[in-house]
């Protein structure tokens, strides 16, 4: 393998490299053909944050296994059901430093220096309950770190750890999914990760409509498309009577938006569950709700905020009272898309008798005519 050149970039000093295990794992590890004493030189990196600047010189690795020297790196149990390892890193430099995650079985490099020498550690004498904590560890993480790297690959069957993107987020270990990663759809639409599991054990009902105490327990990552998918308008006559539930764009919009331009995309993955949607509205809006099963629907303000700014009542909330991951660590698409076009859309709640809250294209909200069309942007969750 040959190390990929990377554009010189002296604003960086420190570099992160990945040596992705995906590719290299063809066989059962990373093959070293050199022995021991003389360690290896690898050149094959996934770069996770940044560029790597061309220093020109090279990492070398070694592997031990159990006490012994090997070649071959071993598979990750989420892989092979195989063994547990704990995994050290150590670096001869006094400044590279390593750390292995466990998720995406790869390793983590930070600081590299001309000619660093690692070695990889490997022992089976970890339990799976320590492995567990491990990999939630890497979940938590996922979740909390903005990434924005192109995962069409999973989207279209490349494998981590045996599983492609269904298999990662069903598993609910997420081997190599972070918030903000983005995948192209059969139809041409860019679809983001906006959150992961982050409707986990809310509302009253499972995947199959069963009430139970525990709520949702299907793990899942929560969808939007990097920009509106349409234009459409809430309701055909200038009234909020009815709340979501009763406008048109619940009844219609969504559902044809569903058919047309999200099931294409993921089939049966869109999962059913249960949300709280208001349905019925006095003079001030809102004024109760009830949960319906659903597989699209508008974000809340408090998906896109964290907080209420314009709707009317608690009612416009329900259990979409938190902050999508994404607009937490990346505002700026809150209202734009990846390459810097901005937008505005409608949200699901009401603001008063006679209209809707709409996201502007500078980003403010503000009750809007149901009859003027603008943007559509709803969310979805996959398992």
């Given at each position: 393998?040959?190390?990929?050149?990377?554009?010189?970039?002296n604003?960086?000093?420190?570099?992160?490299?990945?040596?992705?295990?995906?590719?290299?794992?063809?066989?059962?590890?990373?093959?070293?053909?050199?022995?021991?004493?003389?360690y290896?030189?690898?050149?094959?990196?996934?770069?996770?944050?940044?560029?790597?600047?061309?220093?020109?010189?090279?990492?070398?690795?070694?592997?031990?296994?159990d006490?012994?020297?090997?070649?071959?790196?071993?598979?990750?149990?989420?892989?092979?059901?195989?063994?547990?390892?704990?995994?050290?890193?150590?670096c001869?430099?006094?400044?590279?430093?390593?750390?292995?995650?466990?998720?995406?079985?790869?390793?983590?490099?930070?600081?590299i220096?001309?000619n660093?020498?690692?070695?990889?550690?490997?022992?089976?004498?970890?339990?799976?309950?320590?492995?567990?904590?491990?990999?939630?560890?890497g979940?938590?993480?996922?979740?909390n770190?903005?990434?924005?790297?192109?995962?069409?690959s999973?989207?279209?069957?490349?494998?981590?750890?045996g599983?492609?993107?269904?298999?990662?987020?069903?598993?609910?270990t997420?081997?190599?999914?972070?918030?903000?990663?983005?995948?192209?759809?059969?139809?041409?639409?860019?679809?983001?990760i906006?959150?992961?599991?982050?409707?986990?054990?809310?509302?009253w009902?499972?995947?199959?409509?069963?009430?139970?105490?525990?709520?949702l327990?299907?793990?899942?990552?929560?969808?939007?498309?990097?920009?509106?998918l349409?234009?459409?308008?809430?309701?055909?006559?200038?009234?909020?009577?009815?709340?979501?539930?009763?406008?048109?764009?619940?009844?219609?919009?969504?559902p044809?938006?569903?058919?047309n331009?999200?099931?294409?995309?993921?089939?049966?993955?869109?999962?059913?569950y249960q949300?709280?949607?208001?349905?019925?509205?006095?003079?001030?809006?809102?004024?109760?709700?009830?949960?319906?099963?659903r597989?699209v629907?508008?974000m809340?303000?408090?998906?896109v905020f964290?907080?209420m700014?314009?709707?009317?009542?608690?009612?416009?909330?329900?259990?979409?009272?938190?902050?999508?991951?994404i607009?937490?660590l990346?505002?700026?698409?809150?209202?734009?898309?990846?390459?810097?076009n901005?937008?505005?859309?409608?949200?699901k709640?009401?603001?008063?008798?006679?209209?809707?809250?709409?996201?502007?294209?500078?980003?403010?909200?503000?009750?809007?005519?149901?009859?003027?069309?603008?943007?559509?942007?709803?969310?979805?969750?996959?398992?």
């Open positions: 393998m040959e190390l990929k050149k990377f554009k010189k970039n604003k960086y000093k420190k570099t992160l490299l990945a040596l992705g295990i995906a590719g290299m794992c063809l066989g059962g590890g990373i093959l070293l053909n050199k022995s021991y004493a003389l290896e030189t690898k050149k094959d990196y996934n770069v996770i944050k940044g560029e790597v600047p061309d220093f020109g010189y090279d990492v070398k690795l070694a592997i031990m296994v006490g012994t020297k090997k070649t071959d790196m071993p598979t990750s149990p989420l892989a092979s059901n195989g063994k547990y390892y704990d995994v050290k890193v150590s001869t430099s006094s400044k590279t430093t390593g750390l292995w995650d466990y998720n995406a079985w790869r390793l983590n490099l930070d600081y220096e001309s660093s020498k690692c070695t990889l550690t490997f022992t089976s004498s970890m339990s799976k309950t320590d492995y567990d904590k491990y990999i939630q560890a979940v938590a993480l996922r979740r770190t903005y990434r924005g790297k192109d995962i069409t999973y989207y279209n069957g490349t494998k981590v750890n599983r492609d993107l269904y298999g990662q987020i069903s598993n609910g997420f081997d190599d999914i972070y918030v903000g990663d983005y995948f192209k759809g059969k139809n041409g639409t860019i679809w983001l906006a959150d992961l599991d982050n409707y986990w054990h809310q509302g009902k499972d995947k199959d409509d069963t009430y139970n105490l525990t709520g327990n299907v793990h899942h990552a929560t969808i939007i498309p990097a920009n509106k349409q234009d459409s308008r809430m309701n055909d006559t200038n009234t909020a009577v009815g709340g979501y539930k009763e406008s048109e764009m619940y009844k219609t919009t969504l044809s938006i569903l058919t331009k999200i099931t294409p995309d993921f089939g049966t993955h869109v999962l059913s949300n709280l949607v208001s349905y019925k509205t006095d003079d001030a809006g809102a004024s109760d709700w009830v949960w319906e099963t597989q629907d508008l809340s303000e408090a998906n964290g907080t700014v314009a709707s009317s009542s608690l009612y416009d909330i329900g259990i979409d009272n938190r902050q999508y991951a607009f937490q990346k505002p700026e698409l809150i209202n734009q898309d990846l390459s810097g901005r937008y505005g859309y409608w949200l709640a009401v603001t008063n008798s006679t209209s809707f809250a709409r996201l502007s294209v500078d980003c403010s909200v503000s009750g809007y005519f149901p009859s003027v069309s603008a943007g559509v942007r709803p969310r979805f969750l996959i398992d």
